[in-house]
């Protein structure tokens, strides 16, 4: 393989241009002239789902097997660094298996609110273990020469308008929370590429936003990677090229080519420039070549589905455990309730779709190990959210002889998936009504939960015990069982928070925001931050998750060596059987002279202990993780509060210790945001107090232009006959015989994406001079849209 320089020195500029676009949706250009073959991307992040046939469409159906692991909101539950980066090793070997080079994930953004659609494929709200986790994934999948994806760069924290939205966010925010969980996995873990998001920050797409690819990326954080777009989120390739995106994607043949030579003949951009991005795109192409060297060789599907097994046994949250109606036992007389426990929701709906190598079933599972002590009942349908007596009745029916009842239920398709956000967080009415029916007579029930994201839980004091098994692959059958009948302690706790109702929530008043504009009123104040802050109980508390044992802590100490703050404390497993406790540390500042939440999460370890046995254990938290931004990351001296737990809300050990630093932290202005109450509801007048400027006012719908959604347009005959056309290529997208989450998927999809993007996925049907003049008909301008569609 030849020297990249020397390659660079003998590439023509078309050649150039070809390579800062895909070859095709999934595939880089190759320069086999220089010994460089084409290599390939995917879509992950929790399986491979590499396209089975050749085409021009994201062929959402059609992928080759893989094993489906549990998506991220599980992986983060797990809260284990070391059992996260064996999944990526795991899913490093599948790819190679497949001959893919790089695997598009992991994802960080921060779930800023429990609507946003897409949640089940991030990991927390909180930017330290959100990075964390994907530090852990990224490591472990390119251990095994498969590059990863860093996405959505940056504050994608919701579906709705997704492809145009501006996110209005105050610096403290960004920094502290946002760009947070990149900036841990990035140093940590150094991914391969970085893909940008769709949306707008502060008024300008991430696609062509140089404070963020490169001020920040790239010089302030050392990034040497590759820069890429999201699918289709390309808005201005000469304005993006200058901002330091280097590859977009898919290919846009040659679209981009001849105004970039205009722009390189203008002055308007730079050789220099553009060798920037094609230099990084040649760096990834030849690491994905090393790639292509290596073996390839069938992986174990068995091995690797016991493993997909572990992950969510692993992951799997005991919420509610009372009078010990947890683990069942061999000789009892199960009742198993809910369509669920038969057709299993174990994966989200979207780009990420896997098809598994094999599917296990909480029914089948049990089933096998019980035989006649189990019965079963539907108990609702997964089709249609409407109650049908006779499966209740049915149901009934089976509990009355059951010594325990286990209900299945949780979110389907329809009611979470990429492409559109929840309207509220509730389950489907016929999986409530079937809840309140037998829990009003029976009290021995058990509620297991197949849901991407929290849900609100009217029936939780009906009930004895709640099981969250979130979405948690090919193998939550076998893994649920394994929870419930004891086999394996539960040791996953939540990485997010689940609240009592929407209104608690302070984003609420501002998601989705409007079609061009969402403002992050609320601040800092996220998640468990937020709650913490306002003294407000919610339903149930970040890090929080039972075990069939227990813990006791004991004698904490505090000693700082350097620029490390050290913890030590003992730790005991009082109970008698063997337990994993994930342990937390959050850190109070007293008396501080900025706006603050109570407490923020700092470090967390899990640790294994045998029935009575006592370890000491040792935490380091270094000085920088203290560091709130002003003008720059800053540490306040002073007294600081360290609480040693097992969730946000149950501690068990404190203690102050005092820090001394020359920084000097400036006392703020942003009353309203300092002792906030659970009426905190800040106003657009109170946030411009910490977002420092007059928020920007919304971007109107007309006239219209490029950026022009389908939703926005559809009504005119324009926008009708386009409607028309991109329905006729569901069938190519979702398969022949897609469902109808699929549809209702691919119909919000369609809805918010803009024309710029249509040019790009039409597979050249639809030039960008020919959808320039559709707009100016629309806008009235006949004459320049005839000219234009003429030319074509």
Same mark, same amino acid.
């Given at each position: 393989?030849?020297?990249?320089?020397?390659?660079?020195?003998?590439?023509?500029?078309?050649?150039?241009?070809?390579?800062?676009?895909?070859?095709?949706?999934?595939?880089?250009?190759?320069?086999?002239?220089?010994?460089?073959?084409?290599?390939?991307?995917?879509?992950?992040?929790?399986?491979?789902?590499?396209?089975?046939?050749?085409?021009?469409?994201?062929?959402?159906?059609?992928?080759?097997?893989?094993?489906?692991?549990?998506?991220?909101?599980?992986?983060?539950?797990?809260?284990?660094?070391?059992?996260?980066?064996?999944?990526?090793?795991?899913?490093?070997?599948?790819?190679?298996?497949?001959?893919?080079?790089?695997?598009?994930?992991?994802?960080?953004?921060?779930?800023?609110?429990?609507?946003?659609?897409?949640?089940?494929?991030?990991?927390?709200?909180?930017?330290?273990?959100?990075?964390?986790?994907?530090?852990?994934?990224?490591?472990?999948?390119?251990?095994?020469?498969?590059?990863?994806?860093?996405?959505? +760069?940056?504050?994608?924290?919701?579906?709705?308008?997704?492809?145009?939205?501006?996110?209005?966010?105050?610096?403290?925010?960004?920094?502290?929370?946002?760009?947070?969980? +990149?900036?841990?996995?990035?140093?940590?873990?150094?991914?391969?590429?970085?893909?940008?998001?769709?949306?707008?920050?502060?008024?300008?797409?991430?696609?062509?936003?140089?404070?963020?690819?490169?001020?920040?990326?790239?010089?302030?954080?050392?990034?040497?990677?590759?820069?890429?777009?999201?699918?289709?989120?390309?808005?201005?390739?000469?304005?993006?090229?200058?901002?330091?995106?280097?590859?977009?994607?898919?290919?846009?043949?040659?679209?981009?080519?001849?105004?970039?030579?205009?722009?390189?003949?203008?002055?308007?951009?730079?050789?220099?420039?553009?060798?920037?991005?094609?230099?990084?795109?040649?760096?990834?192409?030849?690491?994905?070549?090393?790639?292509?060297?290596?073996?390839?060789?069938?992986?174990?599907?068995?091995?690797?589905?016991? +493993?997909?097994?572990?992950?969510?046994?692993?992951?799997?949250?005991?919420?509610?455990?009372?009078?010990?109606?947890?683990?069942?036992?061999?000789?009892?007389?199960?009742?198993?309730?809910?369509?669920?426990?038969?057709?299993?929701?174990?994966?989200?709906?979207?780009?990420?779709?896997?098809?598994?190598?094999?599917?296990?079933?909480?029914?089948?599972?049990?089933?096998?190990?019980?035989?006649?002590?189990?019965?079963?009942?539907?108990?609702?349908?997964?089709?249609?959210?409407?109650?049908?007596?006779?499966?209740?009745?049915?149901?009934?029916?089976?509990?009355?002889?059951?010594?325990?009842?286990?209900?299945?239920?949780? #979110?389907?398709?329809?009611?979470?998936?990429?492409?559109?956000?929840?309207?509220?967080?509730?389950?489907?009415?016929?999986?409530?009504?079937?809840?309140?029916?037998?829990?009003?007579?029976?009290?021995?029930?058990?509620?297991?939960?197949?849901?991407?994201?929290?849900?609100?839980?009217?029936?939780?004091?009906?009930?004895?015990?709640?099981?969250?098994?979130?979405?948690?692959?090919?193998?939550?059958?076998?893994?649920?069982?394994?929870?419930?009948?004891?086999?394996?302690?539960?040791?996953?706790?939540?990485?997010?928070?689940?609240?009592?109702?929407?209104?608690?929530?302070?984003?609420?008043?501002?998601?989705?925001?409007?079609?061009?504009?969402?403002?992050?009123?609320?601040?800092?104040?996220?998640?468990?931050?937020?709650?913490?802050?306002?003294?407000?109980?919610?339903?149930?508390?970040?890090?929080?998750?039972?075990?069939?044992?227990?813990?006791?802590?004991?004698?904490?100490?505090?000693?700082?060596?350097?620029?490390?703050?050290?913890?030590?404390?003992?730790?005991?497993?009082?109970?008698?059987?063997?337990?994993?406790?994930?342990?937390?540390?959050?850190?109070?500042?007293?008396?501080?002279?900025?706006?603050?939440? #109570?407490?923020?999460?700092?470090?967390?370890?899990?640790?294994?202990?045998?029935?009575?046995?006592?370890?000491?254990?040792?935490?380091?938290?270094?000085?920088?993780?203290?560091?709130?931004?002003?003008?720059?990351?800053?540490?306040?001296?002073?007294?600081?509060?360290?609480?040693?737990?097992?969730?946000?809300?149950?501690?068990?050990?404190?203690?102050?210790?005092?820090?001394?630093?020359?920084?000097?932290?400036?006392?703020?202005?942003?009353?309203?945001?300092?002792?906030?109450?659970?009426? +905190?509801?800040?106003?657009? %007048?109170?946030?411009?107090?910490?977002?420092?400027?007059?928020?920007?006012?919304?971007?109107?719908?007309?006239?219209?232009?490029?950026?022009?959604?389908?939703?926005?347009?559809?009504?005119?005959?324009?926008?009708?006959?386009?409607?028309?056309?991109?329905?006729?290529?569901?069938?190519?997208?979702?398969?022949?015989?897609?469902?109808?989450?699929?549809?209702?998927?691919?119909?919000?999809?369609?809805?918010?994406?803009?024309?710029?993007?249509?040019?790009?996925?039409? %597979?050249?049907?639809?030039?960008?001079?020919?959808?320039?003049?559709?707009?100016?008909?629309?806008?009235?301008?006949?004459?320049?849209?005839?000219?234009?569609?003429?030319?074509?």
């Amino acid at each position: 393989m030849e020297d990249l320089k020397f390659i660079m020195q003998q590439l023509t500029l078309d050649e150039k241009l070809s390579l800062i676009s895909g070859k095709d949706f999934w595939h880089l250009l190759g320069l086999e002239q220089h010994g460089l073959k084409s290599i390939m991307m995917t879509d992950g992040p929790h399986g491979l789902r590499k396209q089975l046939i050749k085409g021009e469409h994201i062929g959402l159906s059609q992928s080759v097997k893989a094993t489906c692991y549990p998506t991220a909101s599980l992986l983060a539950s797990t809260w284990d660094e070391d059992l996260i980066e064996e999944v990526g090793i795991h899913l490093g070997v599948e790819c190679l298996s497949e001959n893919v080079s790089v695997l598009l994930g992991p994802g960080v953004n921060i779930k800023r609110s429990p609507l946003c659609g897409r949640n089940f494929e991030y990991f927390s709200e909180d930017p330290l273990l959100s990075g964390k986790m994907a530090a852990a994934w990224i490591k472990g999948i390119q251990s095994q020469s498969v590059g990863a994806s860093l996405k959505h +760069f940056l504050l994608n924290n919701q579906e709705s308008h997704r492809m145009v939205v501006d996110a209005i966010v105050d610096e403290r925010s960004i920094r502290e929370i946002y760009l947070k969980s +990149f900036e841990i996995a990035i140093k940590e873990a150094n991914p391969w590429t970085v893909m940008c998001s769709y949306n707008k920050v502060n008024g300008t797409y991430l696609s062509e936003n140089k404070r963020f690819l490169t001020d920040i990326l790239k010089r302030e954080w050392n990034y040497d990677g590759l820069t890429m777009t999201d699918w289709g989120a390309c808005n201005d390739r000469i304005m993006g090229i200058k901002a330091g995106l280097d590859l977009e994607m898919p290919g846009s043949r040659g679209i981009h080519h001849l105004e970039i030579k205009k722009a390189l003949k203008n002055g308007l951009l730079s050789m220099e420039e553009l060798d920037l991005a094609v230099m990084n795109v040649l760096k990834l192409i030849k690491k994905g070549n090393e790639t292509l060297k290596l073996e390839t060789k069938p992986y174990d599907q068995e091995k690797h589905h016991q +493993f997909a097994r572990k992950v969510a046994s692993e992951g799997i949250v005991l919420l509610k455990n009372e009078q010990n109606i947890l683990p069942l036992q061999d000789n009892q007389k199960i009742a198993l309730i809910g369509a669920f426990a038969k057709h299993p929701r174990y994966q989200g709906n979207g780009s990420s779709l896997i098809q598994p190598t094999k599917l296990s079933s909480l029914y089948d599972a049990l089933e096998k190990r019980l035989g006649d002590y189990l019965s079963y009942a539907e108990g609702y349908s997964l089709d249609h959210d409407v109650m049908h007596q006779e499966l209740i009745d049915e149901a009934l029916k089976i509990s009355k002889n059951a010594d325990v009842i286990v209900i299945m239920a949780g #979110l389907t398709e329809s009611f979470e998936s990429e492409g559109f956000d929840r309207k509220h967080l509730n389950i489907p009415k016929n999986q409530e009504s079937l809840i309140d029916a037998i829990s009003s007579i029976y009290k021995n029930v058990i509620v297991v939960l197949s849901n991407g994201a929290p849900i609100l839980m009217p029936w939780k004091d009906q009930v004895h015990g709640i099981v969250e098994g979130y979405l948690g692959g090919q193998a939550s059958g076998l893994a649920l069982m394994d929870i419930l009948m004891g086999d394996i302690n539960p040791s996953g706790k939540l990485a997010e928070t689940f609240p009592n109702s929407l209104e608690e929530i302070p984003s609420s008043a501002n998601f989705p925001g409007e079609t061009r504009q969402v403002i992050y009123q609320e601040g800092l104040y996220i998640g468990y931050r937020a709650f913490d802050s306002m003294n407000l109980n919610p339903l149930f508390p970040f890090g929080h998750g039972l075990s069939y044992t227990s813990f006791v802590y004991s004698n904490l100490s505090i000693q700082q060596n350097q620029d490390i703050l050290e913890l030590k404390f003992m730790l005991q497993n009082s109970g008698n059987k063997c337990g994993k406790e994930i342990i937390q540390v959050y850190v109070s500042k007293e008396n501080s002279v900025i706006y603050r939440p #109570l407490q923020e999460l700092k470090t967390f370890k899990k640790i294994e202990l045998q029935p009575q046995e006592i370890k000491e254990v040792t935490l380091n938290i270094p000085l920088q993780n203290l560091a709130i931004y002003q003008d720059g990351f800053k540490i306040e001296s002073g007294i600081y509060l360290f609480r040693v737990g097992s969730s946000s809300r149950d501690i068990r050990l404190e203690q102050t210790y005092v820090i001394e630093t020359q920084d000097v932290i400036k006392e703020d202005n942003a009353l309203p945001y300092h002792n906030i109450s659970q009426n +905190f509801k800040p106003t657009r %007048d109170d946030y411009e107090l910490i977002f420092g400027s007059e928020i920007p006012p919304v971007q109107n719908v007309k006239p219209y232009h490029l950026n022009s959604t389908i939703g926005e347009i559809k009504h005119t005959m324009i926008g009708k006959m386009l409607y028309k056309m991109i329905r006729k290529e569901y069938g190519s997208i979702a398969g022949n015989q897609p469902t109808q989450a699929m549809i209702e998927m691919l119909e919000a999809s369609v809805n918010e994406m803009p024309l710029r993007s249509l040019v790009l996925f039409s %597979d050249g049907k639809l030039s960008k001079r020919r959808t320039l003049g559709m707009i100016d008909f629309m806008n009235h301008r006949f004459l320049k849209g005839v000219l234009k569609l003429i030319k074509g």
